[in-house]
Structure formats: structure tokens, C-alpha cells
């Protein structure tokens, strides 16, 4: 019969569920600082942004992606020889009124990847009768933009920039130009979650155990 008064074995310290307690704590506040640098680019993107559109010289529009930060959101033009497709999207004009907007992926030549326009916004998917020609306006990210797990598995493209037209093709009401001011940064909400994930964690590991070196 064992005795009640014999002093209990010492519980021994769970080694390995500490150490992977520690790893996942360790990782989560990494990615928490990870997140509060790229708030920080952001920011400076932001800023670039803004100054790109306060800008009204042209500059050369890009054909080819990847395109530069420094072109985003600055005064370019194209000529469109042929509209070959038409992309309507949801949008709305520059008085906020609904619509779709008509982008039109042109042809600029024998060869190359032409350029994406977009000439107004209509009330329906009719593309609108367009046959090409000028156009001027302000380069803005194209509607085909890679999501995050594509870029976090290293398969996202190169996104293609697009034009918008300053003047709307015939029948067309002019597209509402995005904001330098629209462009995400939520990269603090996503800092102070994974603290607050790693805060967690920690406190539970603590509580459990308490728990089980509990005489």
C-alpha cells in the first residue's frame, strides 16, 4: 500500500512540446514584424503614388509587365490599331454612377502583347462600336492581378497595366480613375493579429502547464 505521507516523483519538464511552443511563438511574432516592415513599403508606395498623380507630363506607356512603380497612376498614351477582345467589368463612372466598364485588349502592332484600354463606362455588356485609334489617359493596375497564394507559391505573373481613357469612346461616360489613396494596407491589422496570436498560444501553453506540474 503506498504511502500518502512518501514524497511524489517531480514531474518532469515536457521538453519537445516547449520547444515547438517556442518555435510557432517564435514564427508568429516573426511574421507579426514581417508585417510592420511591409506597412512601411506600403507607405512609401503610397507616397509614390501620390506623386505620380500630381504629375501631368506623358510618359511611355508599358507593354510589357512587370510595370514599374513609377509609372502607376501617371499620364500616358497609346494608340489602339484594333480592339481584338472585350473584357466588361463592373465599375462606375467619375460621378459614382454604375455601370460596366468597356476594356478593350488592343492590338499596337504585327507583334508584341498590345494593351489593354479602358474607354467608358456603358449600362450594359454591348461593347460599344470602337474601332481603335488614340488614346489618352492614366495607367492604372490592369483587372488581372495575381492573388496572394499565387504569390506566395511563386506562380503569379506579371500583372499588365492599363489605360484609362481620359475621353470616353462614343456612347460611353468616362471611368471613375482609382485612388492612389485606394490602395490596401492592412498590413498593421495583420501585425497586431499575429501578436495577438502569438500572445495567445503563449498563455495557453502557460496555463496547461501549470496545469500538469501541478503537484
Same mark, same amino acid.
Given at each position: ?10 514531474? $518532469? ?111 450594359? /455588356? ?46 460611353? $461616360? ?22 495577438? /496570436? ?18
Amino acid at each position: 500500500m503506498t504511502d500518502p505521507a512518501a514524497p511524489q516523483p517531480a514531474m $518532469r519538464w515536457p521538453l519537445v512540446p516547449t520547444l515547438l511552443v517556442a518555435i510557432a511563438v517564435a514564427a508568429m511574432v516573426g511574421l507579426g514584424i514581417w508585417q510592420l516592415q511591409r506597412k512601411a513599403d506600403k507607405e512609401a508606395l503610397i507616397t509614390l503614388y501620390q506623386r505620380n498623380m500630381a504629375m501631368s507630363a506623358l510618359v511611355t506607356y508599358p507593354k510589357l509587365p512587370p510595370v514599374p512603380d513609377a509609372m502607376l497612376y501617371r499620364k500616358s498614351s497609346v494608340v489602339c490599331l484594333e480592339p481584338i477582345r472585350w473584357d466588361p467589368r463592373s465599375g462606375a463612372d467619375r460621378r459614382g454612377r454604375a455601370g460596366f466598364r468597356m476594356i478593350a485588349d488592343c492590338l499596337t502592332g504585327a507583334e508584341g502583347p498590345g494593351v489593354l484600354v479602358d474607354v467608358g463606362i456603358g449600362d450594359d /455588356f454591348t461593347p460599344p462600336e470602337w474601332p481603335g485609334g488614340t488614346v489618352q489617359g492614366t495607367i492604372v493596375p490592369g483587372p488581372e492581378q495575381p492573388t496572394m497564394i499565387e504569390r506566395l507559391a511563386g506562380k503569379a505573373a506579371p500583372a499588365r497595366a492599363m489605360l484609362i481613357a481620359d475621353i470616353p469612346a462614343a456612347g460611353l $461616360r468616362a471611368s471613375a480613375v482609382p485612388s492612389a489613396d485606394d490602395t490596401p494596407n492592412n498590413h498593421l491589422a495583420y501585425a497586431v493579429q499575429w501578436f495577438l /496570436f502569438a500572445a495567445a498560444a503563449l498563455l495557453i501553453y502557460i496555463l496547461a502547464l501549470r496545469r500538469r506540474l501541478r503537484p
